[in-house]
């Protein structure tokens, strides 16, 4: 299985200041064959289920507002948020999904307003 | 628009079972995998299993082999997860997801989720 870590646990950004999330696989999900990441990140708000962010590392899913974007390769990732706003606290999850169908989640990482 | 609607809440005995539904609209049902995927509360999620609604083929997690059975109705696109000998353990909310692309394994639409209290 690839196992999927996220860094910091926690953290608190004040309104407007960027918010920076970290995620490892285990071994690479980037696919040499079509230089693909297989890596994709939800958000999920209290109550509600995960929401697509963005998929293949680095592209946003149809409606994301722009302040959210996705970089890394390989086995290292990051989702950064630019301006933190109010509307997003949540908890965000990296998955990984290289050994689709055995897709693996990352622990999640919990935004908050400093 | 593209929704999933699932059951509602269950309260199961411990050894029992339990069968959530996800009924699926605004898309075409068997042109879609649909994965199930669980959240103890106030922990992370669970990836469970898949099934393509068009063969109804299925795959499992190893912890839920022998337990869980993944089935469809394709004409009223329902998706059913089945979750036996239920434990303590098992409680969680329940999720059905939509798998956004063929062949690759991420989640563009996900079920309001079905909260499963395991609880003697």
């Known amino acids: 299985d690839i196992v999927m870590t996220q860094s910091p646990d926690s953290l608190a950004v004040s309104l407007g200041e960027r918010a920076t999330i970290n995620c490892k696989s285990s071994q690479s999900v980037l696919y040499s064959s079509n230089n693909k990441n297989y890596l994709a990140w939800y958000q999920q708000k209290p109550g509600q289920p995960p929401k697509l962010l963005i998929y293949?590392?680095?592209t946003r899913e149809s409606g994301v507002p722009d302040r959210f974007s996705g970089s890394g390769s390989g086995t290292d990732f990051t989702l950064t948020i630019s301006s933190l706003q109010a509307e997003d606290v949540a908890v965000y999850y990296c998955q990984q999904y290289y050994s689709t169908p055995e897709i693996t989640f990352g622990p999640g990482t919990k935004v908050d307003i400093k | 628009q593209v929704q999933l609607v699932q059951s509602g809440a269950e309260v199961k005995k411990p050894g029992a079972s339990v069968k959530v539904s996800c009924k699926a609209s605004g898309y075409t049902f068997t042109s879609y995998d649909i994965n199930w995927v669980r959240q103890a509360t106030g922990q992370g999620l669970e990836w469970m299993g898949w099934m393509n609604p068009n063969s109804g083929n299925t795959g499992y997690a190893q912890k839920f082999q022998g337990r869980v059975t993944m089935t469809r109705n394709t004409s009223i696109s329902t998706a059913y997860m089945e979750l036996s000998s239920l434990r303590s353990e098992d409680t969680a909310v329940y999720y059905c997801?939509?798998?956004?692309?063929?062949?690759?394994?991420?989640?563009?639409?996900w079920g309001q989720g079905t909260l499963v209290t395991v609880s003697s």
């Open positions: 997801a939509r798998v956004a692309s063929s062949g690759y394994y991420y989640f563009d639409y």
């Open positions: 293949w590392a680095s």
